[in-house]
């Protein structure tokens, strides 16, 4: 039987995006840690950005919790590993509370996520523009029957234990705070007023990176300031106390050996920045030691066996990128001689003839994968997807599915069609990922930890290389 250990934790959710989640998660990450306490950071779904945000607090990485590509097992193992050697844990939720999959679905919401692990739930309300208002809103999302009867967490069927009013003067928080609890049972555990010159921007692929933002921790501290004269600290140990216990688990890998230890390049620099950190890990529970490089500012390619570029901005550098013509070169002679390469979304891009800025202007890249690529003015493809081999290639066997996402602006004139491309809900599908020599590469974010025999055959080709 496996082992059960306490774990306090809290899902800081919302009912819509734009409600002010991330800096309010990072606040109490911040606070917490001014407590003296160790806390760990999630985040529901597959997003990258915000789990920079909460890094850049705490210093360690943010952990990915998403039902889709990791199921059920696999979040609560990706949960005992985040917990290690920390005593608290702090989930930002995604979208509003109840957004799944589908318009129509709660699956893998941050509520079936609350629910899965047992994790009561801070809901934070943006009160911009209403007074009695906000009043109804809670409700409804306190009151609204899920239909699930597998009830916890002191028997609140949505797991809502307590809330968080931003946007909202001092005065009118206090005056409609022992209405809520009243009307609604729920606490109203902290507040903040309207903080003009405190924000963070934004761009086609959500939130910018906390890297752009001049003084960023200063930022998070000064916001960390508002919230605790406003927050019942008490209040919120006592929620994140009612989480269930956990299990013990910490690997990924399923097998009794690992492979042989084989150097991967890993690309990380402005350009190349969206890792899941299971993929890092399974990387490496699997025998890889990372050596991370940089396409824009070092020259040449470190000694390694095996390249793996990731997604990011590379859009937005491509004038850089491109000028760095040592590295593309580098690259390009890389490939040719058959070293193998996995490239998702951005390193697809850098990976193409040529590519666009948003400005339209088109610079050279390193020339590996036929076609140039693109900007567009909407989303190209957006959400999960299954990823299944149509042709022979050196990763993905026939008749294995490996789990990903995509979200991109981007397009090209040549996507390529070894794959079979489909969502998992409802008949859509297409076609994409090409392959040269040993190098994979097409649009979707990869969960290595769905299809583990994909990325034990790239480090068995690396090791051989």
């Known amino acids: 039987m496996s082992e059960k250990k306490t774990f306090p934790r809290v899902v800081i959710s919302a009912p819509k995006s734009g409600s002010g989640k991330t800096l309010i998660t990072c606040a109490v990450l911040r606070l917490l840690e001014r407590k003296g306490y160790k806390p760990a950071s999630f985040k529901c779904g597959p997003d990258y950005i915000d789990p920079m945000f909460h890094k850049t607090v705490l210093r360690i990485p943010s952990r990915n919790l998403d039902l889709f590509l990791m199921g059920k097992d696999g979040v609560k193992t990706v949960l ?51 007074s009695r208002s906000i009043l109804p809103m809670i409700k409804g999302f306190c009151d609204y029957d899920t239909g699930k009867t597998d009830d916890h967490l002191t028997g609140k069927r949505n797991n809502i234990q307590g809330l968080i009013l931003n946007n909202i003067s001092d005065r009118l928080s206090d005056e409609l705070s022992e209405l809520i609890l009243k009307e609604t049972g729920i606490p109203v555990i902290g507040h903040l007023p309207a903080l003009k010159d405190i924000e963070i921007g934004s761009r086609h692929l959500g939130l910018v990176m906390p890297s752009e933002i001049p003084g960023i921790l200063s930022v998070i501290y000064r916001f960390t300031d508002e919230l605790e004269e406003r927050f019942d600290f008490d209040r919120f140990m006592k929620i994140a106390n009612s ?28 350009a190349f920045c969206f890792y899941y950190e299971d993929n890092l890990d399974l990387l490496k529970e699997m025998g890889a030691e990372l050596v991370n490089f940089s396409p824009i500012h070092e ?51 850098y990976l193409k003839n040529r590519l666009s800025d948003p400005e339209g202007i088109t610079y050279e890249m390193a020339g590996v994968l036929e076609g140039d690529a693109y900007m567009t003015e909407s989303l190209s493809h957006f959400g999960y997807v299954n990823v299944s081999a149509k042709e022979d290639n050196p990763y993905l066997e026939s008749g294995k599915i490996i789990k990903a996402h995509e979200y991109h602006y981007c397009d090209t004139t040549d996507n390529g069609s070894i794959c079979d491309v489909k969502k998992p809900t409802g008949n859509r599908s297409w076609t994409g990922y090409q392959v040269s020599q040993n190098v994979f590469g097409g649009f979707a974010h990869l969960y290595y930890p769905s299809c583990q025999s994909f990325i034990g055959r790239f480090l068995e080709a690396a090791a051989l290389a």
């Open 80 to 130: 005992s590993k985040g917990s290690h050697g920390r005593d608290i844990g702090i989930i930002e939720g995604v979208m509003g509370y109840y957004d799944g999959m589908s318009a129509t679905s709660m699956e893998g919401s941050s509520y079936d996520l609350s629910r899965l692990t047992e994790s009561p739930t801070i809901l934070v309300i943006d009160c911009k523009g209403m």
């Open 299 to 349: 020259s040449v390619l470190p000694d390694v066996s095996g390249l793996i570029l990731g997604g990011g901005y590379p859009e937005l550098y491509a004038k850089e990128l491109s000028a760095n013509t040592k590295m593309l070169q580098s690259i390009k002679n890389a490939a040719e001689s058959g070293m193998p390469m996995l490239a998702e979304c951005g390193g697809y891009l």
């Open 243 to 270: 989480a269930a216990d956990i299990e013990e688990n910490e690997s990924f890998y399923r097998e009794d050996t690992k492979k042989k230890v084989v150097k991967i390049g890993v690309a990380r620099d402005e």
